[in-house]
């Protein structure tokens, strides 16, 4: 039978073995494989191509003679937007560390309206990838519609340090968005002026039709 002793000895074999592993936070997680990595590849050029095919027929939307075909194009362009976010979650399941896929997911989410799945989708890419500027400009748009623009403005700052065509994306995006009917049901004048503001530092003009 053990003695007190022979168990204490035990468990300080045991903690030296197993230090290393636990101040890791336990086994290290074993990478994919070649044909999971493949196969994410596949998947998320799959969601691309759904996704180019939503951007066709919005741009059909915008060219539409009527509100009704222009309601069947915007209808079109969100079923494959759906079938992107299907195709790039499938790739993020194998390859959970693939950052363009997570990129391209949230901007699926947030283009038919999913703003919480998208910001989650962004903060695993920004994750992997801090100085991700596209990303960055993306979640910066999600803020938007949740009305957090302070969070909005902090992404827009990172932006201008990395990447100042993305920043200006940003501002024009910000500016179509105030004029959206979804910006009318906010609180948005002081956020307004901050917009002009920044148009007016990086050159581009003030707009005053919001």
């Known amino acids: 039978m053990p003695t007190p002793t022979h168990i204490l000895a035990l468990l300080c074999t045991f903690m030296i073995a197993s230090g290393p592993a636990l101040a890791a936070g336990?086994?290290?997680?074993?990478?994919?494989s070649a044909d999971r990595l493949a196969e994410a590849d596949r998947l998320y050029n799959t969601g691309?191509?759904?996704?180019?095919?939503a951007w066709d027929y919005e741009k059909q939307a915008e060219g539409a003679a009527s509100e009704k075909d222009r309601a069947v194009y915007a209808k079109s362009a969100e079923r494959e937007f759906k079938r992107a976010i299907d195709a790039f979650k499938l790739a993020t399941k194998q390859n959970s560390r693939h950052v363009e896929a997570f990129g391209?997911?949230?901007y699926a989410q947030r283009k038919i309206g999913r703003y919480?799945?998208?910001l989650k989708s962004y903060d695993r890419a920004l994750k992997m990838k801090s100085d991700y500027p596209e990303a960055l400009e993306y979640r910066a748009e999600a803020y938007l519609g949740l009305g957090r623009f302070e969070d909005a403005k902090r992404d827009y700052a990172a932006l201008v340090k990395i990447?100042?065509?993305q920043a200006r994306t940003f501002l024009a995006a910000a500016s179509r968005w105030l004029s959206s009917p979804e910006a009318q049901k906010l609180k948005t004048s002081t956020f307004s002026v901050w917009v002009n503001e920044e148009r007016?530092?990086?050159?581009l003009g003030e707009k005053s039709d919001w």
């Open 26 to 32: 336990g086994s290290k997680k074993e990478e994919p």
């Open 116 to 118: 919480k799945d998208a």
């Open 200 to 203: 007016g530092k990086l050159g």
């Open 163 to 165: 990447d100042n065509d």
């Open 104 to 106: 391209s997911l949230g």
């Open 48 to 53: 691309l191509k759904h996704r180019d095919k």
